[in-house]
């Protein structure tokens, strides 16, 4: 078992479509990242999380610590938001980032 | 800031020779890590530095791959001799984290490698 888990691993919306997409970990953590990967292969971290919500533009994420659960939204989703979206996780091995296997997101015009 | 900068973007090399990939942090930052991201394994860390210094180089995979930050804004990641299998996208990202909980992390646009 994966100490990351995403799913779903592809998503197919329309434009305007209210989006969510899911990170579970199995261990206590310090901190956990959401990371947009473009088309073209770059990284963009989107946000890092120790408790609660955080909101940037139209893009949200909680984090539920009990539950080692987290939660990525787009709303008013736009086929810009097409990319790949990694969860991370960081605290239960020291300083260093481990990684979900990526949800593919695709928003169709 | 001109953010991580990585090279060479992409690099085709046959197998058993040398390749040495580099990297600028963004200055000012003390956190320097390499990744590797395969279609097969995704995104895996493969070394850290803190102030110059490896912290953790367990994912790094075998002794033909070697890493070093001879200055704060100077990294290297050297494969020799280079496999097939070696082939991947390598990214380079760094961090000013003030408590090792609060960092992001900023990464470079990443070197494709091609092993023949």
């Known amino acids: 078992k994966n100490e990351v888990e995403q799913s779903p691993q592809n998503l197919t919306a329309q434009e305007g479509e209210f989006i969510t997409i899911n990170c579970s970990y199995s261990v206590g953590i310090s901190a956990l990242h959401w990371l947009q990967q473009h088309p073209g292969g770059g990284i963009v971290s989107l946000f890092m999380l120790s408790s609660g919500k955080k909101k940037h533009g139209r893009l949200i994420a909680t984090i539920n610590i009990q539950e080692k659960h987290s939660s990525l939204h787009i709303t008013a989703s736009h086929p810009r938001d097409s990319a790949v979206y990694i969860c991370a996780v960081k605290g239960g091995y020291g300083n260093k980032l481990v990684f979900g296997a990526g949800t593919i997101l695709r928003v169709k015009s | 800031d001109a953010g991580v900068i990585q090279s060479p973007r992409h690099e085709v090399t046959e197998m058993g020779q040398e390749v040495t990939l580099r990297c600028k942090p963004i200055s000012g930052h003390d956190y320097l890590f390499w990744y590797r991201q395969t279609m097969m394994r995704g995104l895996e860390l493969l070394i850290y530095?803190?102030?110059?210094?490896?912290?953790?180089d367990s994912g790094m995979p075998e002794d033909r791959f070697s890493a070093k930050m001879p200055n704060a804004s100077f990294s290297t990641l050297k494969i020799q001799p280079s496999e097939p299998r070696d082939s991947a996208v390598y990214f380079c990202a760094s961090s000013a984290a003030r408590t090792t909980s609060t960092d992001t992390q900023y990464f470079g646009p990443g070197t494709r490698l091609t092993v023949l």
């Open positions: 530095f803190n102030n110059n210094v490896p912290i953790d």
